[in-house]
């Protein structure tokens, strides 16, 4: 194997090396920072993105304070829609649509507010968020007084973190159709369900009726 002795031999042998591998060395290079950077521009753009979103969802929450206004209704439906449309791949996209509800609820739409809440369930895997969303639906329906497909909506729902939920909204419906006995056991065991220390003043009021009745 030969040596190269002299500064002009390693200097000839540089360039030959870089005829035939200097082009792709560059590019090697260049594919390399571009990944790196590329990479740091893609992590600060999902920030963004997300920051955009969450404050969209911030201004949101705001508006949907006092539904009973016109103008805070416009707010929430303008940028639930917004939210859906822009980021629609974002947890805020989906529990927007559970403000949007609320607003045709408060037009009266039920129809529409119930077919909102089932749209958005049936493109969701999220059990907490199909359970609020059903026990949504069961509401509106006791509105509507179909009393039976609240019922089926409120027995759907088997997370323990909305237990209470259920017995409450169970003895409104047996509350309204008459069983007395049957609405106090369903708001005792939602009263039991809260816990120690945990209070709800209304659920207090209907089992305080319901005694004196």
């Given at each position: 194997?030969?040596?190269?002795?002299?500064?002009?031999?390693?200097?000839?042998?540089?360039?030959?090396?870089?005829?035939?591998?200097?082009?792709?060395?560059?590019?090697?290079?260049?594919?390399?920072?571009?990944?790196?950077?590329?990479?740091?521009?893609?992590?600060?753009?999902?920030?963004?993105?997300?920051?955009?979103?969450?404050?969209?969802?911030?201004?949101?929450?705001?508006?949907?304070?006092?539904?009973?206004?016109?103008?805070?209704?416009?707010?929430v439906?303008?940028?639930?829609?917004?939210?859906?449309?822009?980021?629609?791949?974002?947890?805020?996209?989906?529990?927007?649509?559970?403000?949007?509800?609320?607003?045709?609820?408060?037009?009266?739409?039920?129809?529409?507010?119930?077919?909102?809440?089932?749209?958005?369930?049936?493109?969701?895997?999220?059990?907490?968020?199909?359970?609020?969303?059903?026990l949504?639906?069961?509401?509106?329906?006791?509105?509507?007084?179909?009393?039976?497909?609240?019922?089926?909506?409120?027995?759907?729902?088997?997370?323990?973190?909305?237990?209470?939920q259920?017995?409450?909204?169970?003895?409104?419906?047996?509350?309204?159709?008459?069983?007395?006995?049957?609405?106090?056991?369903?708001?005792?065991?939602?009263?039991?369900?809260?816990?120690?220390?945990?209070?709800?003043?209304?659920?207090?009021?209907?089992?305080?009726?319901?005694?004196?009745?």
């Open positions: 194997m030969s040596e190269l002795k002299t500064e002009e031999e390693q200097i000839e042998a540089f360039k030959t090396w870089w005829k035939k591998n200097g082009i792709m060395l560059i590019l090697a290079i260049a594919v390399a920072g571009g990944g790196y950077f590329g990479w740091q521009a893609w992590k600060t753009s999902q920030a963004n993105y997300t920051s955009e979103a969450s404050a969209l969802y911030q201004n949101l929450i705001q508006a949907a304070v006092d539904l009973s206004k016109e103008e805070n209704q416009k707010t439906t303008f940028i639930a829609n917004q939210l859906t449309e822009d980021y629609s791949d974002t947890g805020y996209a989906m529990f927007s649509q559970l403000f949007l509800a609320r607003v045709d609820a408060e037009q009266g739409n039920y129809n529409d507010a119930i077919s909102a809440l089932d749209s958005v369930i049936a493109k969701t895997e999220d059990a907490s968020f199909v359970a609020i969303a059903n949504r639906v069961a509401r509106l329906l006791i509105q509507q007084e179909d009393f039976t497909a609240a019922m089926a909506r409120i027995e759907a729902v088997s997370e323990n973190e909305f237990l209470a259920k017995q409450e909204l169970m003895g409104d419906i047996l509350l309204s159709q008459g069983d007395r006995d049957g609405a106090r056991v369903a708001y005792e065991k939602a009263n039991e369900a809260l816990g120690a220390g945990v209070t709800h003043p209304l659920l207090g009021i209907k089992l305080k009726d319901l005694v004196k009745g």
